[in-house]
């Protein structure tokens, strides 16, 4: 090694520089900013000719991740495929840019993986990543002044996300979210999402150790891409697209494949006829187009998570933030099409949701049942109405529904359904959002995911049942693996929300109940939230939160806890009733959680950053959680104020 060290190198200390002459005026030089100008010199410094530096230039931002070979091949894994791939598109978009008479510039903002970081403290990084990426790509935009427009490209829980809330931010700015796809289903094994509950269904000897090794080795059976299920990842391609922020047919493609590079060329034209055009983003997002988002989010069946980030992307617009009265009312209207992995009847993978048309499929639909506006501006410089009627008669649509028949023998209409075949299915509707004395502020659940066995000839389901009380999720997914979780018991997972965790996610938990036999039984309570993946009695989002005060956090272990959702009228609550031998009340539970303290072990978590705890603070300050965990400026700037003069009094 020394030996290496040692060994003479030679070293350049000056060079020739770039051949040419800048595109100077003596008009530039007299009036434009120094940066332009210095602009166009790193610009001819990196390579480009200097003869074309007066091109209108378009700036690229992406979620890329890892390192890739030529052949494709790992140099520096990412951390996980939905950002592995994205380079690929970039280029694509880079390409067809330079071709037409641009200048592309690239710059990225990783992203993590909420499946690598399940059960770990790596999880308290997850939903605050969001606002700190939206802020990072936010000044990546305006620190390229000299740029015309914006293609976002990402793919996952909160790269994407973060990238939708970034463009709607830059309201007089042309912008197009470029949706990175989704992975493919091995052709035999297990999802992407099932595939996470090896551990615990080995730990109830349900599996063996060589077809946990077998099966969690072949589930992501293509390199890029969002898991194979209508996640938190898909859910937002999905909105994405609802909004006009993507081109119609773009969300869900298959990752790395042609018409999947296709769609970001596509979108790189758009984006420059925006510009011509004087579309900005403003003119994209509007109420109604939040609206059409709700509603495709319901048809679809898609991830509670939704709740958090499409308030935050109509805050990040300056529109009116979508409460929960709203989102009731559109769940109560619109009916779930879609047959799609976690949820089914039917667990398609997300390619043969689109493969069956996608979202401009199930707007055919809603357009009939007249639930979504039509007059929207979309990227495509047209009306949302114009964009379906050529959806309607194209040669795509056909062609995507022809080979889903031809190569998986799935009939398109079984997997994006009509309004009158999802009701024979007995398709429910996506979400419910219960109250009741240990959530007066509400909670929400994804009442289309509960078991159907578990739900009575109304479609309701009523748990009554003792509860167990978990401070921590390590315990909790503990008891499950060594078997201390028993069908019939309430699990009550506290303190594990924006102050605790940063409102960390517990798939762990939700997918070993959903493939252990006896999950169905169990019903999971907690002031976290939850993966898109997740299904059945799973109530989330409950508020208060604990560590503020809520009376989730005042549960003792064996208390008696009701849990009544009705899937019909999409009515729900979540009462204790009582702590004697037999359950009692709601209004006698309300008199307990009056007179109690808080539980014992309820404490923010040892391993909680501190970059956590102030984004939980900015949040709390700005609305919380219903409000979409933002940072609304001015509420923050007015209790810094207030408490700064209160302060100042006291001293």
């Known amino acids: 090694m020394k030996e290496a060290i040692d060994e003479p190198v030679p070293v350049r200390t000056a060079a020739e520089g770039p051949a040419g002459k800048l595109p100077l005026t003596g008009e530039m030089l007299r009036t434009a900013p ?24 378009y700036l690229i931002l992406g979620t890329m991740g890892g390192i890739r070979r030529e052949d494709g091949s790992p140099l520096a894994l990412g951390y996980h495929t939905g950002h592995w791939e994205i380079g690929v598109m970039m280029e694509e978009i880079a390409e067809e840019i330079t071709a037409n008479q641009g200048i592309p510039f690239a710059g990225y903002v990783s992203d993590p993986c909420d499946g690598r970081s399940q059960g770990t ?23 390229l002044p000299t740029r015309r427009g914006v293609l976002g490209v990402a793919t996952c829980d909160k790269g994407l996300p973060a990238m939708m809330v970034a463009l709607a931010g830059m309201r007089q700015l042309p912008g197009i979210i470029v949706p990175g796809g989704v992975t493919l289903p091995p052709v035999n094994g297990e999802d992407a999402g099932k595939v996470q509950s090896i551990g615990a269904r080995f ?58 590079k296709n769609i970001g060329r596509q979108s790189a034209r758009a984006l420059q006829h925006m510009e011509h ?54 769940n109560r209207q ?60 194209s040669q795509r649509r056909t062609d995507m529904r022809r080979r889903l028949q031809e190569a998986d023998g799935i009939d398109p209409d079984s997997v994006i359904m009509s309004p009158e075949e999802a009701a024979r299915q007995g398709m429910a509707s996506t979400m419910t959002f219960p109250t009741g004395n240990l959530c007066p502020e509400g909670a929400v659940i994804k009442s289309a995911a509960i078991d159907p066995s ?61 493939h252990l036999p006896y999950g169905k039984y169990v019903t999971l309570i907690t002031d976290a939230r939850f993966s898109g993946v997740s299904t059945g009695a799973c109530i989330g989002h409950m508020g208060p939160e604990a560590l503020a005060g809520g009376p989730l956090g005042k549960l003792r272990d064996n208390d008696w806890v009701e849990v009544l959702i009705d899937t019909v009228k999409l009515e729900g609550s979540v009462n204790l009733m009582g702590d004697g031998q037999e359950p009692q009340s ?31 603070a900015l949040q709390a300050a700005s609305g919380g959680t219903w409000q979409g965990c933002v940072y609304d400026t001015d509420k923050i700037i007015a209790l810094l104020e207030a408490g700064r003069q209160a302060l100042g009094e006291k001293i």
């Open 34 to 57: 120094s940066g332009e100008i210095f602009g166009m010199t790193q610009n001819a410094g990196m390579g480009w000719n200097p003869l074309l530096l007066n091109q209108p230039q």
């Open 121 to 143: 403290t790596g999880m308290f990084d997850s939903l605050p990543y969001r606002n700190d990426a939206a802020i990072v790509l936010r000044r990546l935009i305006r620190s």
């Open 203 to 260: 730990s109830n000897g349900e599996l063996s150790l060589e077809d946990a090794a077998d099966l969690g080795c072949r589930a992501c059976a293509t390199p890029g891409g969002g898991c194979q299920f209508l996640g938190t990842a898909a859910t937002a391609q999905v909105i994405a697209e609802a909004l006009g922020m993507s081109l119609p047919h773009s969300a869900l493609s298959p990752s790395g494949q042609s018409i999947w």
């Open 277 to 330: 055009s004087g579309i900005v983003m403003s003119d994209i997002l509007t109420d109604q187009a939040i609206r059409n988002a709700m509603v495709l989010h319901a048809a679809f069946g898609g991830s509670t998570n939704l709740l958090l980030h499409l308030p935050a992307i109509a805050h990040a617009a300056g529109l009116k933030i979508p409460t929960v009265e709203d989102w009731n009312q559109v």
């Open 334 to 393: 619109v009916p779930r099409l879609v047959s799609v992995l976690p949820n089914g009847p039917v667990p398609h993978p997300t390619i043969r949701v689109f493969l069956a048309g996608g979202v401009p499929e199930v707007m055919l639909h809603l357009r009939r049942l007249g639930l979504i506006d039509e007059s929207v501006l979309t990227v495509t410089g047209r009306t949302l109405g114009e964009n379906l009627d050529w959806w309607e008669t």
């Open 454 to 514: 578990r739900l009575n000839d109304d479609g309701i389901y009523r748990h009554v049942g003792r509860v167990k009380v978990f401070t921590a999720e390590k315990d909790a997914i503990r008891s499950i693996k060594d078997g201390k979780v028993q069908a019939g018991d309430i699990l009550a997972i506290i303190g594990r929300g924006p102050s605790g965790t940063g409102m960390e996610e517990t798939y762990q938990l939700t997918s070993a109940l959903k």
């Open 586 to 616: 709601k209004e006698a539970g309300a008199e307990i959680l009056t007179s109690r303290t808080p539980h014992p072990g309820l404490a923010v978590d040892p391993g909680l950053p501190d970059d956590t705890r102030l984004w939980a």
